[in-house]
């Protein structure tokens, strides 16, 4: 059962110009995205850059305006309410940025930092504080003394373990983690990876993994959605994403990315580009006359892909 | 794999910052070959030195604050023992670079056409008109769609993969023979990158060039390259043709890099993660094994006391005979970590 809905979120930013700087036109970064949210499953959101996927990110956790749409968290409509102190929505949403550094103040010392949370919402003594402090330092795997020390003291898998721990202070049940690893090396990259895995497992949260490194996503997540234009082009498991994929634009994300085996290189590059001249052949039939994303229709149960109805698809036993 | 057309040899290089009044090598001891018609992808962490190569081969280092030993040579020439005023002859000429953010690259209150048109300026004896001819050329080949509006245009009306299109027109305006490519799609898409690399890969066939490809990224490495030498703490700790290293790879450090990647199929597997950190140049030990304290559970005995390249079969390098006593931690045989 699900305890989020997104329901047709939609960012637009305008555009000024012309006599008085009136609206113009709008961008519509993020144009109609609907999703569910289950406890305990990851979820990732991939794109190429500029597509929308931090706008979405941010938007839920009510960092960024929302046009139309709506938010429900648990029964409950919190599209307006994001920011409201009261509102349960604010503490159990938590969100993990890709550039640890600029994410914490340079000037606090970690305790400080990670007792920003802890003020805002949980109401605890300066014992009990330091207490929570220092469990959530263990349950990252950081020593102690890292209290009293500042930000620029870690190294960058240390800065995002700190990341993480802040937004693991109030107990939240969903973490929106914007390309958490993408700014760090492979081994680093790895150990914060397995962590976040550990931790979801023990604590039961769920991620909304923005990402564009489709090898990190698949690893990480259960359901994935792949989005274009601020919509999204389809939406399935990571199987079904994987193994069927059934939109152009996906067919061409999955090609492009380079294979970790030398071996049969040629072929692949081939495959590549053979993919490529379909999408600027096929490209016309897989977006409406104003280059805009189909809607979402179901090829099974679980796996979603925008197309006209024009297109035939591969069911999947519907 | 020595080729017989070698295009640059690199003899035990040294390039070290200084820092108060001493010289720290970020580079110790890199001795490389670069082939005509070769892909040489140098592999490697943040830190390890890789860049720094990268800026000693094209003297783009300050001078004031880094001290390069060893040679870089080059048609009989020591490029690191050349004046700036004769490397200005070389770099752009003979040996292009390609640099990672190409709006940084870029000049952003000059034309796509002008900045392609400098490099010819200063190297060549061409016209006016045959310039203008060969900067339409250039964009054209690095398959950029109506060069004449693009010549005319400035670097921020470009998309990344436009713009790095651009860098890579200025790389090869005049012909090299070197292109020396510092990360040239970090910044880019997966799809954009894909572009980039088979666009470097024709290039490479037209003009047979010699690159040298510095990335951190595994997948772009098995895509594009003939060789591969991985750096770890400033030195080359394992070199293999590109099939060898990835199908068998014999230092620690290699095969903990490949154990970390994420990969298509690892699904709900644990990730390898490499102990401890990368040793920052200050406090980094320069003598024994460099990778060692990162393999606590490797017997100290199982390092050589002064680590060297070893051979192990034709073209394959691995520094220190660590690699035949190891194991990863928690592995049969191996303690528990």
Redesign the interface.
Known sequence: MSFMQINDLKVHYPIRGGFFNRIVDHVYAVDGVTMELERGKAYGLVGESGCGKSTTGKSIVGLEKISSGSIIYEGENVTNRRRDRSSSFNRDIQMIFQDSTSAMNPRKRVKDILAEPIRNFLNLTPQEESKKISELLEIVGMPEDAKIKYPHEFSGGQKQRLGIARAMATNPKLIIADEPVSALDLSVQAQVLNFMKDIQNEYGLSYLFISHDLGVVKHMCDYINIMYKGRFVETGTRHDIYNNPQHIYTKRLLSAIPDVTPVGREERKRERIEVEKHYQQEQAKYFDENGRVFDLSPISTTHFVATASSIALVKEGI | MKTSQELLNIKNLHTGFRIGDTYFDAVDDVSLTLGKNEILAIVG??GCGKSTLATSIVGLHDHNKTRIQGEILFKNKNLARMTEDEFNEVRGLEIGMIFQDPLSALNPLMRIGEQIEESLIYHTNLTKEQRRERVLELLNQVGIPNPSRVARQFPHQLS?GMRQRVIIAIAISCKPQIIVADEPTTAL???????I??LLIELQKETGAGIILIT?????V????DRVAVMYAGQIIELAS??EL??NPKHPYTR???N?????N??DE?????EG??PSLLKLPRTGCRFAPRIPWIPASAHEANPQLHEISEGHFVRCSCYKNFYFAGEEGGQTS
């Open positions: 962490e943040s990344g898409d997966v799809t954009i990158q894909a572009q690399l088979d951190h990224d595994l997948g772009v098995a895509e594009v390259a590109v099939e990835f199908t903990s890099l490949f970390s990647i994420p990969q298509m690892s699904e644990k990730l390898n993660v490499i950190i990368v």
